[in-house]
C-alpha cells in the first residue's frame, strides 16, 4: 500500500480522503483543528460541485440539509432590481453541514492526526488540502507562493429569521456590496464586503460588524433588519487572500488541492465547489493509474479550469465592488436588465 499523507481536513481533504481507495493507500489526514467551524456560514453549490458530493454517495444527504436556490435579484446600491439572475439548480448548504457528512464518508481506515503540520509530512505523497495559506504550496513551490492580500473585507452570518420579505438579492453599491439569501432551516444568510484597513489578522467582530451597519444601515429596510439581527458571536469578518498563479499543480512529491492550489475572491460562489471537484478528479485518478501519470493528467484536467475560475472571480471582485467606475456599472446593467425584459416579452 501506498503512503498518502493530506495535509488539512477541511472541504478539499475530507473529500479526498473519502474517495481515496482504502485497499490501495493507506491514508493520514492531518487537521489543525477539532469539531466544526465555530461560526456557521452558507456556501452554494453549483451543479458540477453537486456530480462530485454525489460520486462521494452524499448528495442526497446534501440536499435534504441544504436549500434551494435558484437564483436572486441583483440590486443596485439603493435597492432597484437590475435583473434576476437565474441559478438554477443550486443548492445552499451550511459548511458545518457539508463537513460533517465529508467527515462522515470518510472511511474508517484514515488516520485522523490533529494540530498544526509545521513542515511537510516524509512519508509518500504529500497532498496540500491547507486551504489559502498553505505551508504545503510554500514548501515546496517557495515564498513567492505566498497568499496575496485583497483590500477587501467579508463579514457573513446566519441569523435565525426568514428572509425579509422582498429583500433577497445581491445589493451592488459604490465600492461595497450586501447579499440576503435562505439558508437552511427556514433561516438568512447575510454577506457584505467592502474596502478595510482592519486586519489581516485577529479582526475585532464587534468593531467589522460595526463598519458595515455605519455603511449600510438605514439605506434599506431588508438589509436593516439583517444587521439589527446580526450578532458578533454569529459572524464572521475576514480579510480576501488569493493564491498565486502555482505553474503547475504537481510537483516534488507533493499535489495541491482546492484554496491551496486557486484561493479565489469569493464573488463567484466557486472556491468550495472547485475544490470538491479536485478533489474527486485527484482520488479517481490516483485510484486507477501509476502515480506519475495521475498526477499529470490531475494537472491536465485541473489546472485551466481552476485558474480561469480563479481569474473570473477577480473580475466579478472588480465588478461587484467597484468604486469610481460605479457609475458607468450601473449605467449598464440597467441596460442589460431591460434588454432581458423586452426579450422575453419578444417570446
Ligand atoms: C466570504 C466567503 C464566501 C464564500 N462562499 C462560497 C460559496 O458560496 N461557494 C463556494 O463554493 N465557495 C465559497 N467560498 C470559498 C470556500 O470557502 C473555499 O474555497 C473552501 O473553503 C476551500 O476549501 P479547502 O478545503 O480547500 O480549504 P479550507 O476550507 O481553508 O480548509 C483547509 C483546512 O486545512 C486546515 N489547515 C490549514 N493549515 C493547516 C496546517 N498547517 N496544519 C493542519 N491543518 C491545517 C484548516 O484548519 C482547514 O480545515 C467562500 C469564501 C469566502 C471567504
Request: glycine share 12%.
Amino acid at each position: 500500500m501506498d503512503a498518502l499523507s493530506v495535509v488539512g481536513g477541511g472541504i478539499a481533504g475530507l473529500a479526498l480522503a473519502a474517495h481515496l481507495d482504502p485497499g490501495r493507500f493507506h491514508v493520514t489526514v492531518h487537521e489543525r483543528r477539532e469539531g466544526p467551524p465555530p461560526v456557521e456560514t452558507s456556501l452554494a453549490m453549483w451543479p458540477e460541485a453537486q456530480l462530485a458530493l454525489d460520486a462521494l454517495g452524499i448528495l442526497p444527504a446534501v440536499r435534504a440539509a441544504g436549500s434551494g436556490f435558484g437564483g436572486m435579484a441583483l440590486r443596485d446600491g439603493s435597492g432597484n432590481v437590475f435583473f434576476q439572475a437565474q441559478a438554477p439548480g443550486v443548492i445552499g448548504v451550511s459548511r458545518a453541514d457539508l463537513l460533517r457528512l465529508l467527515d462522515a464518508a470518510v472511511p474508517g481506515s484514515v488516520v485522523r492526526a490533529y494540530g498544526p503540520v509545521a513542515s511537510l509530512p516524509q512519508s509518500g505523497l504529500v497532498v496540500g488540502a491547507d486551504g489559502v495559506h498553505s505551508v504545503v504550496h510554500r514548501a515546496v513551490w517557495g515564498e513567492r507562493s505566498r497568499a496575496r492580500l485583497s483590500p477587501y473585507l467579508a463579514l457573513r452570518g446566519i441569523i435565525d429569521e426568514p428572509v425579509p420579505p422582498g429583500a433577497g438579492g445581491e445589493y451592488w453599491g459604490r465600492g461595497q456590496l450586501f447579499g440576503i439569501t435562505p439558508a437552511s432551516r427556514g433561516r438568512t444568510y447575510w454577506y457584505a464586503s467592502f474596502r478595510s484597513e482592519l486586519g489581516p489578522g485577529g479582526i475585532d467582530v464587534d468593531e467589522a460588524l460595526a463598519a458595515t451597519r455605519a455603511r449600510f444601515s438605514s439605506q434599506i429596510a431588508g438589509v436593516d433588519r439583517v444587521l439589527a439581527a446580526a450578532t458578533p458571536g454569529e459572524t464572521l469578518a475576514q480579510r480576501i487572500w488569493t493564491v498565486p498563479y502555482p505553474g503547475r499543480y504537481a510537483r516534488d512529491g507533493a499535489v495541491l488541492v482546492g484554496d491551496a492550489a486557486h484561493g479565489m475572491t469569493p464573488n463567484l460562489g466557486r472556491g468550495a465547489c472547485e475544490a470538491l471537484i479536485d478533489a474527486v478528479t485527484l482520488a479517481d485518478l490516483l485510484n486507477s493509474r501509476p502515480l506519475p501519470e495521475a498526477l499529470q493528467a490531475y494537472n491536465r484536467r485541473r489546472l485551466l479550469r481552476s485558474q480561469a475560475m480563479r481569474v473570473a472571480s477577480s473580475a466579478m471582485t472588480r465588478l461587484a465592488l467597484a468604486d469610481r467606475a460605479q457609475p458607468l456599472r450601473d449605467g449598464l446593467l440597467r441596460l442589460a436588465g431591460r434588454c432581458r425584459q423586452s426579450a422575453a416579452v419578444g417570446h
